[in-house]
Antibody, heavy 122, light 107 residues
Framework: QVQLQESGPGLVKPSQTLSLTCNVS??????????CSWIRQTAGKGLEWIGR???????NYNPSLKSRVSISIDTSKNQFSLKLSSVTAADTAVYYC??????????????WGPGTMVTVSS | DIQMTQSPSSLSASVGDRVTITCQAS??????LNWYQQKSGKAPKLLIY???NLETGVPSRFSGSGSGTDFTFTISSLQPEDIATYYC?????????FGQGTRLEIK
């Protein structure tokens, strides 16, 4: 059974870079029709899709964050990562990694990590 | 971006009630819509995909319908464990977007 787990600092200073990693266990990150995605949740904006990466390395980002976001994948470690630069208090959120399954016309976030709270504060 | 508007934003109902949540897309998204349940302190869980398909293992009291811009999510007989916030999500166009959520409480 595939499981995802986010890890990274819970506190980041303003203007610095937020870095999170999602470790995938119970299955290979390279198998199947999957994207590795990042989603965040704030009280003010609800659930916000940040972006995703395919096992080939191709990426898609939310235009609202595109200038500050980078998602990478390391298939040898079965993990993928998020970097968000120049953070402000508005980036304070619970960050989730999720498996995005695509087949034909179906596209779902079928497996989620438990989420990790990141606070931006000096 | 495609805007997803859910209503109501909160709902109070009794055990056994039929509960309906609506989701409206700002443009035609065909049936490219999913529904998720999020319990307090937990990650969202997929319930319905492609507008009306029940995810494996999800109780049959949950259902979804609709296409185009208007969608409905229904719980046929509310159970105490259904207390959660429910979200719709479109994947017709990037960026993927979610509704603002409907918080469901027991009366």
């Amino acid at each position: 059974q595939v499981q995802l787990q986010e890890s990274g600092p819970g506190l980041v200073k303003p203007s610095q870079t937020l870095s999170l990693t999602c470790n995938v266990s119970g299955g290979s990150i390279s198998s199947g029709f999957y994207y590795c995605s990042w989603i965040r949740q704030t009280a003010g904006k609800g659930l916000e899709w940040i972006g995703r990466i395919y096992t080939s390395g191709s990426t898609n980002y939310n235009p609202s964050l595109k200038s500050r976001v980078s998602i990478s994948i390391d298939t040898s470690k079965n993990q993928f990562s998020l970097k968000l630069s120049s953070v402000t208090a508005a980036d304070t959120a619970v960050y989730y990694c999720a498996r995005e399954y695509q087949l034909l016309s179906t596209d779902v976030f079928d497996i989620w990590g438990p989420g990790t709270m990141v606070t931006v504060s000096s | 971006d495609i805007q997803m508007t859910q209503s109501p934003s909160s709902l109070s109902a009794s055990v056994g009630d039929r509960v309906t949540i609506t989701c409206q897309a700002s443009q035609d998204i065909s049936n490219y819509l999913n529904w998720y349940q999020q319990k307090s302190g937990k990650a969202p869980k997929l319930l319905i995909y492609d507008g009306s398909n029940l995810e494996t293992g999800v109780p049959s009291r949950f259902s979804g319908s609709g296409s185009g811009t208007d969608f409905t999510f229904t719980i046929s007989s509310l159970q105490p464990e259904d207390i959660a916030t429910y979200y719709c999500q479109q994947y017709d166009n990037l960026p993927i977007t979610f509704g603002q959520g409907t918080r469901l409480e027991i009366k």
